[in-house]
């Protein structure tokens, strides 16, 4: 719980452009192999309910976040970005600021997603293809001709 805490509190301090330094020294010598296969077991029950399309880009951020070429800062914000989206828990809570509970989870999105838009590859998006045909069924695609 300590790890998603301080996880969470990078990922809005950035946001917020505040330094992160100290709070990055604490998760520096994180197990992440530990921590991947752990949350892709939290996803998978989260994501047979939101659907296909709300999964996709928390795939994405999953398969860059395994991606052995990823800092641990990206990582970081990363694991903060699903774990926020996924835990019912909220900074602004959808049950009192209606919109606007809804407004911050798309906002912590969208901040890692420019941030690792770039290392999002074809490889990634066929594993995220992959992944979301095993789970919700194949999806045909229509070729022209």
Known sequence: MLFISISL?????????????????????IDWRGKINALIDKLRPWALKAGRVATHPLLQFYYVMDDE???????????????YTIIPMDFLPRS?????????????????YKKIKDKITPEINRK??????????????????
């Open 69 to 83: 070429n990823t800092s641990t800062l990206d990582r970081v914000l990363i694991y903060a970005a699903i774990i």
């Open 9 to 29: 509190l990078i990922l809005a301090y950035l946001i917020m452009g505040k330094d992160i330094s100290g709070l990055l020294e604490k998760v520096k010598n």
């Open 96 to 112: 009192v600021f209606k919109f606007m509970g809804v407004l911050d989870d798309g906002v912590a999105m969208l901040f890692v």
């Open 128 to 145: 995220v293809k992959d992944t979301l045909d095993e789970w919700f069924g194949v999806e045909y695609e229509l070729i022209e001709g």
